[in-house]
């Protein structure tokens, strides 16, 4: 068995899963990890899968039957796991810019961003747009954690910033 990342696309609509899981199962494969959005009228979905090499390209071509759904996908390899995995909630006023500014910061210590989770929300109180992300990251080195926190707060006087635990 081999382990393949799948992403898939398609607009969404009732029984969906229920499609992509049955073609999974159907060709012998192990659904490992996964995320699973609907976004704007669009599913969207990263698959970690398990699946017999002789089995990937009957796979494929299952899954692109399945009506207006696209994909990719690749052979993964076991990446070096980090020595810490930490997860935060930041708030911050939102800008243009933002994303960017924020994944700079995290690459530049040298910390991998090994989850990213964002949405966009208006404060109920003042209107006032706001930007909500969940980051997990991988930390190679202990001092690193202190170095985030302080490049991250840096960003300005708005951003909120959580530790939140595994």
């Not at 089995?55 to 990719?72: F, N, Q, S, V, Y």
Request: net charge negative; proline share 2%.
């Amino acid at each position: 068995m081999l382990r393949y990342l799948i992403t898939l696309q398609a607009p969404d609509r009732k029984g969906l899963v229920e499609q992509i899981a049955h073609a999974v199962s159907r060709h012998g494969g192990n659904w490992l990890d996964s995320e699973l959005r609907h976004i704007d009228g669009i599913f969207a979905a990263i698959l970690l899968l398990e699946v017999p090499s002789m089995r990937i390209d009957e796979l494929i071509e299952a899954l692109e039957c399945i009506d207006g759904l696209t994909l990719t996908y690749a052979k993964t390899s076991v990446a070096l796991k980090p020595i810490r995995r930490l997860s935060y909630s930041l708030v911050s006023y939102d800008r243009p810019g933002l994303v960017l500014d924020i994944s700079n910061r995290i690459t530049a210590l040298g910390i991998n961003i090994e989850q990213f989770s964002s949405q966009f929300e208006t404060a109920g109180h003042t209107g006032i747009a706001l930007f909500r992300a969940t980051i997990g990251l991988g930390l190679t080195e202990l001092a690193q954690e202190e170095q985030l926190v302080q490049s991250l707060y840096a960003l300005g006087d708005d951003l909120v910033l959580d530790k939140l635990t595994r």
